[in-house]
């Protein structure tokens, strides 16, 4: 089958891409713009890659079309589509799919899915989980929203299948986005799915641009668990109100709890720490991640592995190799200076809660781990579409209270970044393009500063940028 995909790019539907290849169809695609990781992930494929949206792709006559949610029957400011390549489509009564429907008809039919839902930590919990059950002999399928550096691809139909059929006791763990389908389709991703296991990680209010509101969330969230059969289970964490108030909604399967009042519990530091079933030690994890978010993200991950059949201990001890994923306090280089070595750092942190969290675990690893009073420098890029609509930006002073100074990339926005940012005063600096913005940062560093720079698309190439100025300046 030959297979052409609107949207590639996306981390999503590069993922998909990957999966078709390597079941054996021809797979080409088109998108806007490209960056790494996963445009090197496709080249590396021998995918092909048009630029833009031509009707002219027409004329690759694949068996069906697959269209990512990027894609919208927008018209510009002079009357012509955003998307010619889809008005085409419909004029031609071609057939064309969504990402999610292609995805659960080919590939997650007769799987063992594993779901990974919620607002943060999905990426990082997915790949922990796909790695638990490798690491188990279990040899999973996954799409992971990122590349986790244990597989160093994000996505693979695993089992040692070599097509899309599922050979028998198949496992497949997936990232389970509730962000919408398609134009055509308003659900969110993961109801395609149906998962056995699914993991509502946690729930806040996000993607403004499609949810008026935090109960709009719930209903879809609610829509998964309707999903999942009577002997699946559903492994919920257990101090997020609005989770509780999904399951009240109804549910139908095991429900497994993780975090304070639940079953699944933790003691100990961050980095080192038991793990507690019903107040019993079942497993220890020792590990380089930091932070309660990432412990939560374990705890998550061995409840649902329990669930077919991976004992808590081997989870655990898997977790001890974990290297997590790219883009995730990734560090992209360190200039030595006289006093301590400056550390940039790269992070996906799109959400005022993410960015939080983020700067909170690092300042716990600093000060745990001997480097107290190290600055920590935030620059970020308010670039998801809810950051963008401006509908968090009383939250950004506390999100970066944490950050000794904070440094934002105001291009493009419609908001006043300057005024939102006001309460944290002089700490806090705005810049409307990337080359001043990497002046601003270059300038203000000092021996031993930790530079976090934060976005969940490429930020204008602001690391290599930045460590190409900070090193200039030597």
């Given at each position: 089958?030959?297979?052409?995909?609107?949207?590639?790019?996306?981390?999503f539907?590069?993922?998909l891409?990957?999966?078709?290849?390597?079941?054996?169809h021809r797979?080409?695609?088109?998108?806007?713009?490209?960056?790494?990781?996963?445009?090197?992930?496709?080249?590396?494929?021998?995918?092909?890659?048009?630029?833009?949206?031509?009707?002219?792709?027409?004329?690759?006559?694949?068996?069906?079309?697959?269209?990512?949610?990027?894609v919208s029957?927008?018209?510009?400011?002079?009357?012509?589509?955003?998307?010619?390549?889809m008005?085409?489509?419909?004029?031609a009564?071609?057939?064309?799919?969504?990402?999610?429907q292609?995805?659960a008809?080919?590939?997650?039919?007769?799987?063992h899915?594993?779901?990974?839902a919620g607002?943060?930590g999905?990426?990082?919990?997915t790949?922990?989980?796909?790695?638990?059950?490798?690491?188990?002999?279990?040899?999973?399928?996954?799409?992971?929203?990122?590349?986790?550096?244990?597989f160093?691809?994000?996505?693979?139909l695993?089992?040692?299948?070599?097509?899309?059929?599922a050979?028998?006791?198949?496992?497949?763990?997936?990232e389970?986005?509730?962000?919408?389908?398609?134009?055509?389709?308003?659900?969110?991703?993961?109801v395609?799915?149906?998962?056995?296991?699914?993991?509502?990680?946690?729930l806040?209010?996000?993607?403004?641009?499609?949810?008026?509101?935090?109960?709009?969330?719930e209903?879809?969230?609610?829509?998964?668990?309707?999903?999942?059969?009577?002997?699946?289970?559903?492994?919920?964490?257990?101090?997020?109100?609005?989770?509780?108030?999904v399951?009240?909604?109804?549910?139908?399967?095991?429900?497994a709890?993780?975090?304070?009042?639940?079953?699944?519990?933790?003691?100990?530091?961050?980095?080192?720490?038991?793990?507690?079933?019903?107040?019993?030690?079942?497993?220890?994890?020792?590990?380089?991640?930091?932070?309660?978010?990432?412990?939560?993200?374990?705890?998550?991950a061995?409840?649902?592995?329990?669930h077919?059949?991976?004992?808590?201990?081997?989870?655990?001890?898997?977790?001890?190799?974990?290297r997590?994923?790219?883009?995730?306090?990734?560090?992209?280089?360190?200039i030595?200076?006289?006093g301590?070595?400056?550390?940039?750092?790269?992070?996906?942190?799109?959400h005022p809660?993410?960015?939080?969290?983020?700067?909170?675990?690092?300042?716990?690893?600093?000060?745990?781990?001997?480097?107290?009073?190290?600055?920590?420098?935030?620059?970020?890029e308010?670039?998801?579409?809810?950051?963008?609509?401006?509908?968090?930006?009383?939250?950004?002073?506390?999100?970066?209270?944490?950050?000794?100074?904070a440094?934002?990339?105001?291009?493009?926005?419609?908001w006043?970044a300057?005024?939102a940012?006001a309460?944290?005063?002089?700490?806090?600096?705005?810049?409307?393009a990337?080359?001043?913005?990497?002046?601003?940062?270059?300038?203000?560093?000092?021996?031993?500063?930790?530079?976090?720079c934060?976005?969940?698309?490429?930020?204008?190439?602001?690391?290599?940028?930045?460590?190409?100025?900070?090193?200039?300046?030597?």
């Open positions: 089958m030959h297979i052409h995909i609107l949207g590639i790019c996306g981390t539907m590069g993922g891409a990957a999966l078709a290849r390597e079941a054996g797979v080409t695609g088109c998108d806007a713009g490209v960056y790494p990781p996963m445009s090197d992930q496709l080249r590396a494929l021998g995918i092909e890659l048009i630029e833009g949206y031509g009707a002219d792709q027409m004329a690759l006559a694949p068996d069906v079309f697959v269209i990512g949610n990027v029957r927008i018209r510009l400011a002079d009357g012509m589509p955003k998307f010619p390549l008005e085409a489509i419909l004029d009564g071609a057939r064309y799919t969504s990402g999610p292609w995805l008809q080919e590939v997650l039919q007769g799987r899915v594993l779901a990974v607002t943060h999905k990426t990082t919990t790949s922990m989980l796909a790695w638990i059950l490798e690491r188990a002999g279990r040899s999973p399928g996954f799409l992971v929203g990122g590349v986790p550096l244990d160093g691809v994000s996505a693979r695993g089992g040692g299948s070599g097509g899309t059929s050979p028998a006791g198949a496992t497949f763990v997936i389970a986005d509730e962000y919408d389908t398609a134009f055509f389709d308003k659900r969110s991703k993961f395609h799915y149906r998962p056995r296991t699914a993991i509502l990680n946690n806040e209010f996000d993607h403004a641009d499609i949810f008026d509101d935090l109960a709009a969330i209903r879809q969230f609610h829509h998964l668990v309707r999903t999942v059969p009577a002997s699946g289970r559903v492994v919920v964490n257990a101090t997020e109100e609005s989770l509780q108030r399951l009240a909604q109804g549910c139908w399967s095991e429900v709890r993780f975090g304070a009042g639940g079953e699944w519990q933790a003691q100990g530091t961050h980095d080192a720490f038991d793990v507690l079933r019903h107040g019993e030690k079942v497993g220890r994890v020792e590990w380089a991640l930091s932070g309660l978010h990432n412990q939560m993200n374990a705890l998550a061995i409840a649902a592995a329990e077919v059949g991976v004992t808590p201990a081997e989870a655990a001890a898997a977790l001890g190799g974990f997590n994923v790219r883009r995730r306090m990734e560090v992209r280089g360190t030595d200076r006289p301590g070595p400056i550390t940039v750092y790269d992070d996906f942190a799109h809660t993410a960015i939080r969290t983020t700067l909170e675990g690092l300042r716990n690893k600093l000060d745990g781990g001997g480097h107290r009073g190290e600055r920590i420098l935030a620059a970020f308010p670039r998801s579409n809810t950051m963008k609509l401006g509908t968090m930006t009383a939250q950004l002073p506390w999100s970066l209270e944490q950050a000794d100074l440094f934002c990339h105001s291009g493009g926005l419609e006043d300057a005024a940012l309460p944290m005063g002089a700490r806090a600096r705005v810049a409307a990337i080359e001043p913005l990497v002046a601003q940062i270059a300038a203000a560093a000092q021996p031993g500063d930790h530079i976090v934060m976005s969940n698309g490429g930020f204008g190439g602001v690391h290599q940028k930045l460590i190409s100025a900070l090193r200039a300046a030597k």
